[in-house]
């Protein structure tokens, strides 16, 4: 349970770029949640953006950070997936409207491992350092925009579940993050 309080930091920034808030019926919703107890292969990411913006394979990934003190100690990038499987899909069809596309990513057989790593890494950190071990975690995106849309909004909302949650939150709604994108030079045009 020591986790818990690691994970209600981090749904604060557990979105594509940047940093927002968490509606409060999520976070009643992930009261339960704990990252070093839950099933972590049952964790799905959604993200659901404006049909101009094209994401391809490894476009989006989850960051874990180990903090001690409020530094970085340790850095992990989790790679995903997309999921297919259209039993799954179906919890996020509630989701889905006109011009946007929903798309859904589970942590790949290499992430898992590397969490697993990143788990018993901040486990015995805790025990050592007690309070001062704290960690983030973030869902990273690239992609690119499709020609003619360079000055469009980017509204994006994103998605989490778990064994938990049982269904889908939402994260973040609608958060318009084309100025984001463009500081940090995430998002090009696309070239096909």
């Known amino acids: 349970m020591f986790f818990r309080t690691f994970f209600i930091r981090t749904m604060a920034c557990l979105l594509v770029t940047g940093c927002a808030s968490v509606p409060v019926s999520t976070m009643w919703k992930l009261r339960n949640f704990d990252l070093i107890e839950t099933d972590a292969r049952k964790l799905r990411v959604g993200v659901r953006m404006p049909n101009h913006i094209r994401l391809k394979p490894g476009d989006v990934n989850v960051m874990v950070k180990l903090l001690k003190k409020g530094r970085t100690e340790e850095t992990s990038r989790l790679d995903l997936s997309e999921v297919t499987d259209a039993k799954e899909l179906a919890g996020v069809s509630t989701y889905r409207k006109s011009?946007?596309?929903?798309?859904?990513?589970?942590?790949?057989?290499?992430?898992?491992?590397?969490?697993?790593?990143?788990?018993?890494?901040?486990?015995?950190?805790?025990?050592?350092?007690?309070?001062?071990?704290?960690?983030?975690?973030?869902?990273?995106?690239?992609?690119?925009?499709?020609?003619?849309?360079?000055?469009?909004?980017?509204?994006?909302?994103?998605?989490?579940?778990?064994?938990?949650?049982?269904?889908?939150?939402?994260?973040?709604?609608?958060?318009n993050i084309s100025k984001l994108l463009r500081q940090a030079g995430s998002i090009k045009p696309c070239h096909d």
Do not use: H, I, W
Request: glycine share 10%.
């Open 99 to 175: 011009g946007f596309s929903v798309t859904v990513y589970r942590l790949t057989e290499g992430a898992l491992k590397k969490l697993s790593v990143f788990k018993a890494q901040f486990r015995q950190q805790k025990k050592r350092f007690g309070d001062d071990v704290s960690g983030q975690m973030s869902v990273t995106t690239t992609g690119c925009v499709k020609p003619g849309f360079n000055n469009r909004p980017v509204l994006v909302t994103t998605l989490f579940k778990s064994s938990e949650t049982g269904s889908f939150v939402v994260l973040t709604a609608e958060r």
